[in-house]
Structure formats: C-alpha cells, structure tokens
C-alpha cells in the first residue's frame, strides 16, 4: 500500500511538471504570435481543469487567434473557470453577458458577475460595475455607488476610473462624497 501511495505521489508530480511545461508552451507560442499552437495547448490544458487555459481559451475564441471567432464557447469556457471562482474568468463572461456576446444580453446576469469579481477586489470588474450604476443598466442608476465602485478600479492605480469617478462626482452632494470616500479608504475585499 505505501508504495503504491508513493508511485501515486510521483505520478501527480510528474503530471505537475509536464502541466507547467505545456502551459510554457502555450504562453510561448501565444507570445511569438502562433495563436494556432498556443490554442492547441491551452485546449490540452483546459480540458485538464486548468482554469488559466480556460480563461485563456474563452479570449482567444473572443478574438479569434488560432481559430475562428466563437463567443458561444468563449462564454462556455469563461463560466466553467467562473463556476470554480476564477475572477479574470467571472469578469469576461459578465462581460458576454453585458455585449450580449455568446450569451442574452443579460444586464442583471452582467452585474451579478461583475459583483462577484468587483467584491474580490479585481480592478477591471470594480469599473465595469461602477459603469452599470452609472448607466442604471442591470441595476438602478445610482451615481454615489458608480463613485464608489470607480473610486476602488482607481485605488487599484486604474487611470480611467479616476477620469470616470471624476466625471460622477459632480452629481453627489459634499456629504455624500464624504461618506463615499471615507468608505472607499476603508474598504477591504472579500476572500469569496
């Protein structure tokens, strides 16, 4: 029993190390341009359970490097990386979602997602939610939470969400901006 415990342990390591070598690969055939190899390896490695190559997967049918354009299993990837918490993931397909791209354009479904990475503490999510309230797209328009959620992209050193909590804060009163700010200093993510 202890040496087949053993040899287990060495076969999970050995598939480890091979896993990090594909993945190598993948990177390295994406970064020299040969999105064809790239994609090949980032499939091999999804279907894995890899849930980077997943992600990777759901940009690649988005932009249509190594293959053709397929927002339907861009989304289809993007989700099942979401389902298991990848947050570059959860963001993407909030995205399909707001576009209506491989899946109904779905606002509320945009939010929800753009909320489970926001709250986690991802830059780009935390803008494209503050973009929803400031719209009242998916959610009631509510310019001192688009203030907020762009005050935290911001905090995150993102340029744009600076311009665009700027931009916002001319419809809040002092003393909502004080409370906003003071809530925007003190505010920590979430762990899930």
Same mark, same amino acid.
């Given at each position: 029993?202890?040496?087949?415990?053993?040899?287990?342990?060495?076969?999970?390591?050995?598939?480890?190390?091979?896993?990090?070598?594909?993945?190598?690969?993948?990177?390295?055939? %994406?970064?020299? #341009?040969? %999105?064809?190899?790239?994609?090949?390896?980032?499939?091999?490695?999804?279907?894995?359970?890899?849930?980077?190559?997943? $992600?990777?997967?759901?940009?690649?049918?988005?932009?249509?490097? +190594?293959?053709?354009?397929?927002?339907?299993?861009?989304?289809?990837?993007?989700?099942?990386?979401?389902?298991?918490? #990848?947050?570059?993931?959860?963001?993407?397909?909030?995205?399909?979602?707001?576009?209506?791209?491989?899946? =109904?354009?779905? %606002?509320?479904?945009?939010?929800?997602?753009?909320?489970?990475?926001?709250?986690?503490?991802?830059?780009?999510? =935390?803008? $494209?939610?503050?973009?929803?309230?400031?719209?009242?797209? +998916?959610?009631?328009?509510?310019?001192? =939470?688009?203030?907020?959620?762009?005050?935290?992209?911001?905090?995150? +050193?993102?340029?744009?969400?600076?311009?665009?909590?700027?931009?916002?804060?001319?419809?809040?009163?002092?003393?909502?901006?004080?409370?906003?700010?003071?809530?925007?200093?003190?505010? =920590?993510?979430?762990?899930?």
């Amino acid at each position: 029993m202890g040496r087949l415990l053993r040899l287990w342990g060495v076969a999970i390591l050995a598939f480890a190390i091979s896993a990090a070598a594909m993945a190598q690969e993948a990177f390295q055939a %994406y970064a020299h #341009h040969d %999105y064809a190899d790239a994609y090949k390896g980032f499939e091999k490695l999804a279907s894995n359970g890899d849930l980077n190559a997943m $992600n990777n997967l759901g940009l690649m049918l988005v932009n249509g490097q +190594g293959t053709t354009v397929n927002y339907g299993a861009a989304a289809d990837w993007f989700e099942k990386a979401a389902n298991q918490g #990848h947050l570059s993931a959860i963001n993407n397909l909030g995205t399909l979602y707001e576009l209506g791209h491989g899946r =109904q354009q779905n %606002y509320q479904m945009a939010a929800q997602y753009y909320r489970l990475a926001a709250d986690r503490g991802m830059g780009d999510a =935390q803008f $494209n939610l503050a973009a929803l309230y400031e719209q009242g797209h +998916g959610v009631a328009k509510d310019p001192m =939470q688009a203030y907020i959620w762009y005050g935290l992209a911001a905090r995150s +050193g993102d340029a744009d969400a600076k311009a665009a909590q700027a931009k916002v804060k001319s419809d809040l009163s002092a003393n909502i901006l004080g409370s906003a700010d003071a809530f925007i200093k003190s505010w =920590q993510p979430t762990s899930k």
